[in-house]
């Protein structure tokens, strides 16, 4: 596996902007193609575990992930069906593939490329699914998928690989075998492993000699590895996992900070976007109650523990129609897939937990 060094590090990577140079973005929304993702009622699968015809993304198309491969972006995006009850977390959830040229108009394949079957993991995903992927290539370009595992009753972080984005393994929880497995029943979710700029596609990389991992919500955490797929949460004397990011009296993140893509080595350090709940009350008071945006903090490449910087405003928040009507009505802009492609940064986010759209940025 490829280890990072800092003579890798280039400014090229490095948006500047005139508030925070080490920043991603300003983000955009483009002119035409929002929502670039939604329900498409004709879908059927016949579901393994069912064995019986779905229409898998009947009712949601959501919270995706996003990588480079053969010049193209891929999407993998989560899916819900219109069984259980009308509310959120109560459909099944799978992961459908898309694909595009330039990054806003999709091509999609007919069924789920990832879903819950009749594995050695139906019992974590069954009825509930597989939920909000991250997705990061490895430096042999192979994948590497952290998705959440629901079964309507707890839930924690899976991993996967692929050669192919189609063809998954499932290598169960990231942290089955951290600790002396004390984290077998710990509730946890939104992974996203840290990678780096390489000859133009964004790769896991590591950091004094390990992979690293931001992950949770509520606060985030870190996790290392040394390959990939398990993983071992970076603790406090006492043994609870340590807290890198909390929320934020007053601010867009005031309840709820949650790990979105995976996060980026800069020049600057390791640029982490996240997603953030506002306070019902005593929140940032240009976003509604309840409202999902992302924001933007900057880690230490020496200490990826320490944090250096963090955005006081969201670099996206739900302004448009198509994030705030939804089963989310709150409104959001869940981010959780990020690429750089032909020369600009592609953001792709989840809209009030029903529908896919992006936002681009320059690669000043």
């Known amino acids: 596996m490829l280890i990072i060094t800092a003579t890798l590090f280039t400014t090229s990577i490095l948006p500047a902007q005139s508030a925070a140079t080490w920043e991603i973005g300003p983000f955009t929304r483009p002119a035409s193609g929002n929502p670039v993702i939604t329900p498409n009622p004709q879908s059927t699968f016949t579901d393994p575990v069912l064995n019986a015809p779905i229409h898998w993304e009947i009712l949601h198309t959501f919270n995706p992930a996003a990588i480079v491969r053969n010049g193209k972006v891929y999407v993998l995006y989560r899916a819900e069906d219109n069984s259980g009850t009308m509310q959120i977390g109560e459909h099944t959830s799978r992961l459908g593939l898309a694909e595009s040229n330039d990054g806003i108009h999709f091509t999609r394949r007919a069924e789920p490329v990832f ?15 597989v939920e909000d992927p991250r997705l990061v290539e490895t430096s042999d370009g192979a994948y590497v998928l952290t998705y959440t595992q629901w079964n309507r009753s707890t839930y924690s972080v899976g991993i996967a690989t692929s050669p192919d984005l189609i063809h998954w393994t499932k290598h169960g929880p990231a942290f089955a075998s951290a600790s002396n497995a004390k984290y077998a029943h710990l509730k946890y979710k939104s992974a996203g492993i840290v990678t780096h700029l390489h000859n133009g596609r964004l790769v896991a990389a590591k950091i004094n000699g390990r992979f690293w991992m931001y992950w949770g919500e509520g606060a985030i955490h870190l996790a290392t590895s040394s390959d990939l797929i398990h993983w071992s949460p970076l603790e406090h004397a006492q043994g609870d996992p340590i807290e890198v990011l909390r929320p934020r009296p007053q601010h867009f993140d005031g309840t709820f900070p949650e790990t979105g893509p995976p996060p980026i080595l800069t020049a600057a350090g390791i640029v982490v976007l996240y997603n953030g709940k506002n306070a019902v009350t005593g929140g940032d008071p240009d976003l509604g109650p309840n409202a999902y945006a992302a924001g933007e903090a900057l880690f230490d490449i020496k200490d990826p523990a320490h944090l250096l910087a963090q955005t006081e405003n969201p670099v996206l928040k739900p302004i448009m129609p198509y994030e705030k009507t939804g089963q989310y009505a709150a409104g959001t802009t869940f981010a959780e897939g990020l ?18 759209a992006v936002a681009t940025a320059p690669n000043k």
């Open 115 to 129: 879903y819950p079957s009749k594995d050695t993991e139906q019992s974590r995903e069954w009825p509930g699914g």
């Open 339 to 356: 690429v750089y492609f032909h020369n600009r940064w592609f953001l792709y986010y989840g809209c009030a937990d029903s529908l896919v």
